[in-house]
């Protein structure tokens, strides 16, 4: 074993324990919560049909905490474009397809801006997109500050297209044969994840997101182009920002300016739980998906449970990334005294 | 690039492990569903819940999706649930705090649904946005009761009632006490200014008592409403907006304050500024909500009246249940007693009040 770990870098060290950890908590809630139906397979779908617009913001997380940057004004921006949504369709009477475009084309725009102040002039990432945040949650107050309900007809069709399984189905107990079942969004967020997982992986303009957050100096050196790299990540982010509002919304069909409020907290640490250093240069699309599995995990396990208060959510939480964050100083630390 | 491929490999692996053991324990639960379904099958023909159920092995289980513990009404709200539904009651009480966020109670929701419970009860955090998972909940032949907010939804069958106060005539209780109250100090011919501290604009309980009490108020030509204005239902905000009506207007004879938490932060406003409030102040507060603190405030001769938003909705809930586990209808829309409570008795009644 000892020498196994030795020939794996520590940035998959990281990712296996990630992987390790949810496949471990997952099996004890199956145990554990035995008689509540715990390990119907419909269970684990809701997982991902529950956290279909996280798993999109994380995986812009990640890939902008590669960079070394960081982006929270994802919460506020989902919360915007659910409210745009809303507003435009509600309201103004647009159809479901033209709302969507412009969300997204404000989520990219967006993003420039955001971009190009952190990339062109240089300004701290936190700041910029903290400034973003405030701006999103108040442009979504001016929109409106009513709670608004989505009857657009098409949207309502795309937020309750199931998926059924043509296997798996169970009587519950009101003897009704429910077979397991997923939403569009859940396949559109897996989409995301693996075009993301490719990109960075096997393009060019991955491999330089990779170099600006592991050393600037050395990327400089190798030809990257810093602030161009910098200003596209932040621009695919909002995009991608909005797209996850957009699967959030299709999960609540409502635009209310109270949504997401901390959605951005939860993408960073889905990130960090992943295996992403907030230093940069290290990270791993598919770890933050397990970062939010982990945390619909220990969710389930809670209403599961029936009588803790919900809050040992955020408690579990912040213990796992202590661990994670002390777990990466000391890998970190080690390679330093090695290399 | 090796390892990525190992790295692929291993995912897979997982994947495929974590999913067959989710099928395999699926499975196993399934047949032990199909016992249980046969079990009660056997007793009973109908497609709804028997009363074998209660009667028998079973306790009767409530997934019950709570907003947070913002405030002392809702906890008093989340109690009254919690000494209803349990086991010596013939109940088992799954309770979830959703943390003020409508995401979290979709996702409780369908962790009820599959945990199989008998009912879902549900105070919404928001009134729109339920449509979804209300279907897959109708889907599984689970009954959902609405407590305490509206929702609002395009098809009524995907909920069987709703148990909450009645805000409109909160609005009009107030109109009427205020009329007694000022013919009874030889005030009822006087011009009346009023100032209006509403809620967070768009929730039931703004809508309502605001709309209750101008509906009312419109029979007194000599009440005028000078302004109306939103303090978010907070006491900040409460204080906030309260100043600013003392800076705009001098002759303030009543506040009506949409909660009382509101109403706190209006008396210390009002206390700031050098002027008198309560019985035997210049001016007249009138709240809602009539919480335990709103009595303190009342017996230290602060506070006119309250006029309650009962919050055990509790033994009505379970009141429900127990008619449509007997196989009885409902009405779908169920408001709950409530009651006004002046100054003058607040003394007497606080020590009977359960919040």
Redesign the interface.
């Known amino acids: 074993m000892n020498f196994r770990i030795k020939k ?2 520590s940035k ?1 060290f990281l ?2 324990i990630t ?1 390790g950890l949810f ?1 471990v908590m ?2 004890a809630g ?1 145990v554990v919560f ?1 008689d ?9 779908l ?1 997982l991902f ?2 956290n279909a617009g996280l798993i999109v913001a994380a995986t812009g997380m990640t890939m902008v905490i590669i960079t070394g940057g960081i982006d929270i004004s994802v919460g506020s921006v989902i919360a915007m474009t659910c409210m745009l949504l809303a507003w435009m369709m509600e309201i103004k009477g647009m159809g479901a397809v033209p709302a969507l475009a412009i969300v997204l084309a404000v989520g990219l725009v967006y993003g420039l801006v955001q971009g190009w102040l952190i990339a062109y002039l240089k300004i701290q990432p936190f700041i910029v997109t903290l400034a973003g945040l405030f701006f999103a949650r108040g442009m979504t107050a001016v929109i409106s ?7 657009n007809g098409l949207f ?1 069709k795309w ?2 297209a199931k998926i059924y399984f043509p296997f ?1 189905g ?7 044969m ?1 077979y397991p079942y997923l939403y569009p969004s859940v396949l559109l967020a897996l989409l995301t994840l693996v075009l993301f997982f490719v990109v960075l ?1 096997y393009t060019k303009f991955g491999r330089s997101v990779y170099a600006v957050g592991g050393n600037e100096q050395s990327a400089l050196m190798m030809g990257v182009n810093i602030r161009r790299t910098k200003l596209k990540v932040y621009a695919i982010n909002g995009v991608l920002g909005t797209f996850a509002g957009f699967l ?1 919304s299709l ?4 635009g ?1 300016v ?4 901390g959605f951005e907290m939860e993408a960073i640490a889905s990130s960090v739980i992943g295996g992403a250093l907030l230093t940069g240069g290290v990270g791993n699309v ?1 770890g933050s998906l397990l970062g939010v599995l982990i945390k619909g995990t220990i ?2 396990f ?3 449970q ?2 803790l ?3 040992w959510t955020k408690i579990t939480i912040a213990v796992l990334l202590a661990f994670f964050i002390i777990l990466q100083s000391v890998l970190a630390s080690r390679k330093v005294k090695v290399g | 690039m090796k ?2 491929k190992r ?1 692929v490999a ?2 897979a692996v ?1 994947m495929l ?3 067959l ?10 047949v032990g ?2 016992t ?2 046969s079990k ?2 056997g007793g009973e023909a109908s ?3 028997d009363g074998a159920d209660a009667a028998g092995d079973g306790l009767v289980v409530v997934g019950f999706s709570q907003v947070g513990a913002e405030s002392d009404w809702r906890t008093a709200n989340t109690e009254s649930m919690k000494a209803t539904f349990v086991e010596g009651n013939g109940y088992q ?12 109670q ?3 929701v ?3 649904i ?3 419970v ?1 009912y879902i009860v549900i105070a919404p955090v ?7 998972v209300l ?1 897959e909940a109708k ?4 009954p959902v009761i609405i407590v305490d907010r509206m929702i ?1 939804v ?1 098809d009524d069958s995907l909920f069987t009632a709703w148990v909450g106060s009645n805000f409109l005539q909160e609005g009009y209780n107030a109109v009427e006490w205020l009329a007694d109250y000022l013919e009874s100090k030889g005030r009822a011919d006087e011009q009346i200014n009023i100032v209006t501290l509403q809620g967070t ?2 929730s039931s309980a703004q809508i309502g008592r605001t709309d209750g009490f101008a509906e009312k108020m419109a029979a007194y030509p000599n009440w005028t409403m000078l302004e109306k204005q939103t303090g978010e239902f907070t006491q900040s905000r409460g204080q906030e907006v309260m100043e600013s009506f003392l800076k705009s207007y001098d002759d303030i004879d009543v506040v009506i304050a949409e909660n009382d938490n509101m109403a706190f932060g209006a008396i210390d406003a009002i206390k700031a500024a050098g002027k008198t409030c309560g019985p035997d102040g210049d001016i007249i507060i009138v709240s809602f909500d009539a919480v335990a603190a709103a009595f303190d405030a009342m017996i230290a001769g602060d506070m006119n009246v309250s006029i309650e938003c009962n919050p055990l909705h509790g033994p009505r809930v379970a009141e429900i249940i127990q008619k449509l586990e007997a196989g009885e209808t409902v009405d779908k829309l169920q408001y709950v007693d409530e009651g006004v409570f002046p100054a003058e008795t607040a003394a007497e009644i606080k020590p009977t009040r359960a919040y």
Do not use: P
């Open positions: 794996m870098d998959q990712l296996l992987i496949i997952y099996l199956m035995q509540k139906n715990f390990g119907k397979l419909q269970v684990f809701n049909i529950s500050t009513d709670m608004i309900s989505i009857k309502l937020a309750n798996g169970a009587m519950n107990r009101k003897g009704v429910v992986k959030f999960n609540t069909c409502a209310f109270e949504q997401a409020k598919f969710e389930t809670i209403t599961f029936g009588t208060s919900s809050w | 390892s990525f790295l291993l995912l997982i492990v974590i999913s053991a989710a099928c395999g324990n699926g499975t196993k639960s399934t569903q199909d249980g379904g009660e099958s497609g709804t819940t009480l799954i309770f979830d705090d959703a943390q003020q966020k409508q995401e979290n979709i996702k409780a369908r962790n009820f599959q945990q199989d008998d928001t009134e729109t946005g339920w449509d979804t279907q889907e599984a032949g689970i609002d395009s604009i768009g």
